[in-house]
């Protein structure tokens, strides 16, 4: 795909919860290749933003677009299983009843080419999951739990990755080994991110193109050029 065809495209977004306007006008677009970080307080809207892209809630008035394809509206929306979108919510979701082999090839059934088990294997790989594959869900810690849900989403070739507070509640030096780790495989998937987080160094570290969500609607906001991690600025 052309490195800068537009891959999502976001008109005159508006979603209100019981006549409360959470987001009013949001107009962005991300395009092919592109990793873009959403910012925003606690309660701004954020999740909202990420479910409306997803397709778990349809706006009250604007359009969203994926590769040129009208997907929600006010009228229709397409549903999620149908936007080839690689998802990864604050809480690490797994099925708890499948190992987790299991829950990275479930997302992936139909998809069985000889080309996207090498590609898996990959994943597995570089998310550091192997000695876990047969382990079920209950007994991962968090950060492991995390990097399965990451493998999870990356093991069907999205055209797109949503992350929302990925690593919310990790300690730091956790947190840092992560964020080297999403950055250096969706780059080297050719992954486009929308990541999603109200802390300032995985902001800064994921991507300089960075928005704000405050009061109902996005600006562009400029993050400055350190890509530091937390621990750099440990003594
Ligand atoms: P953030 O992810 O930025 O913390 P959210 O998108 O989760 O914010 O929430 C934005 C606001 O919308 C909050 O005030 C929240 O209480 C409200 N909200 C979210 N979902 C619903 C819902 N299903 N019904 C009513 N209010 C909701
Ligand atoms: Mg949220």
Known sequence: MNQSSVLLKINQLCKSYENRKILENIAFEVKSGESIVLMGPSGSGKTTLFRLIIGLEMPDDGEIYLENRLVSSAKESIPPFQRNLGVV???????????????????????????????????????????????????????????????????????????????????????????????????????????????????????????????GTLTRIEVGNRHCLSSDKLP
């Not at 992936?108 to 294997?121: A, L, N, P, R």
């Open 89 to 215: 919510f604050q809480n690490p979701a797994l099925w708890p009843h499948m190992n987790v082999l299991s829950n990275i090839l479930f997302a992936m059934q139909k998809k069985d080419t000889k080309h996207i088990h090498e590609f898996v294997d990959l994943v597995i790989d570089e998310m550091e999951i192997r000695p876990l594959l047969k382990a079920y869900p209950s007994r991962l810690s968090g950060g492991e739990a995390r990097r399965v849900s990451i493998a999870r989403a990356l093991a069907s070739r999205p055209r797109l990755m949503l992350m929302d507070e990925p690593l919310t509640n990790l300690d730091t030096a956790l947190k840092d080994r992560m964020l080297e780790m999403i950055k250096r495989v969706t780059r080297e998937f050719e992954t486009t991110l929308i990541y999603i987080t109200h802390d300032e160094t995985e902001s800064r570290y994921i991507s300089d193109k960075c928005y704000r969500l405050q009061n």
